[in-house]
């Protein structure tokens, strides 16, 4: 009988010795795993960290897998880097030439040319323009999309937008014997007011390009998160089918084809309101007009 509780209490603390090792075990697996986490979050995670050879399976199969995402992580940053010396370089070895063709056609138009030679100076003119604006679009837009832009959202008025966008739009607008003008607000939105200015300024611009002896008439509405922007116009209007491709780069559909344009503006203008939280929506009747509905986050 004595055997047999002494073999009980021995079982007894032979159990309660494995349970405190594997407790013990378990915790310190818990906590390298834990810091290993730790170390991956902080961005700090290296091959040198641990010690693979004293690890479980599970601690190994972990220790390789936080490895290969942080080479990745540096591959991202590592091309993030190239694209952004990329865009630089490009828009700095650009700018001169195109300035110097500006600057020489305007000489020309100066001089007393023989024939022709005049429109044809207006034309390389044109020409360098068109591709001075291509370039600086082009530049921004790759910025936008591989998330290299920075914007710093502050509360701005709407009515003031408004107002800059009409100051800048009446010339042309009255050319064409557009009539546009704003309903005013005192609403406010929380955005970069640079980058929401050129993303309503692109869509209103558009309004103006498309619509001949019409108007073209900008709005503010409050919801709950957003402030929704209207720009309606009086113009060709767009088709269902070309509804969902405006907002793609060089879209342009063959109604307009004779117009001036690259099809660029729409597409730039959604991936700014994009990258402020917002959306655009679009409602438009081919020969009546088209409504541009862009939803800012409410100021």
């Known amino acids: 009988m004595i055997y047999f509780v002494i073999a009980s209490v ?83 070895q650009t700018k001169t030439p195109i300035a110097n063709l500006m600057l020489y056609s305007e000489l020309l138009a100066e001089e007393d040319l023989p024939g022709d030679a005049g429109d044809k100076v207006t034309a390389i003119r044109s020409q360098s323009e068109k591709l001075k604006f291509l370039i600086d679009s082009l530049v ?48 406010s939105i929380k955005c970069d007011p640079k980058w929401t200015y050129e993303a309503i300024f692109n869509i209103a611009d558009n309004a103006v390009k498309y619509t001949d002896g019409g108007r073209v008439f900008m709005s503010a509405r409050e919801y709950e998160m957003f402030v929704r922007i209207d720009i309606e116009d009086t113009g060709i209007g767009i088709s269902e089918e070309d509804s969902a491709k405006v907002f793609t780069r060089f ?15 729409l597409c730039l203008a959604r991936e700014i309101i ?20 862009v939803y800012v986050p409410k100021g």
């Open 251 to 265: 879209y342009r559909s063959q109604e307009v084809s004779s117009e001036e344009g690259v099809g660029i503006g």
């Open 274 to 293: 994009t990258g402020e939280g917002g959306y655009i929506r679009l409602e438009s009747t081919p020969g009546e007009g088209s409504r541009f509905s």
């Open 140 to 187: 921004k837009m790759s910025r936008l999309e591989s998330g290299l832009m920075t914007y710093s959202p502050v509360t701005s008025s709407v009515e003031e937008l408004f107002e800059s966008i009409t100051d800048a739009l009446s010339s042309k607008a009255s050319s064409k014997g557009i009539e546009l003008s704003y309903e005013p607000t005192d609403l």
């Open 10 to 92: 021995a079982a007894a603390v032979i159990a309660i010795t494995w349970a405190v090792v594997e407790h013990i075990r378990t915790r310190r697996l818990v906590d390298s795993l834990s810091d290993m986490l730790d170390s991956a979050i902080e961005g700090d995670f290296s091959e040198t960290s641990f010690d693979e050879s004293v690890y479980s399976l599970l601690e190994s199969k972990l220790h390789e897998y936080l490895s290969s995402s942080a080479l990745s992580a540096d591959k991202v940053s590592e091309e993030k880097e190239k694209i952004k010396t990329l865009i630089s370089d490009i828009s700095h």
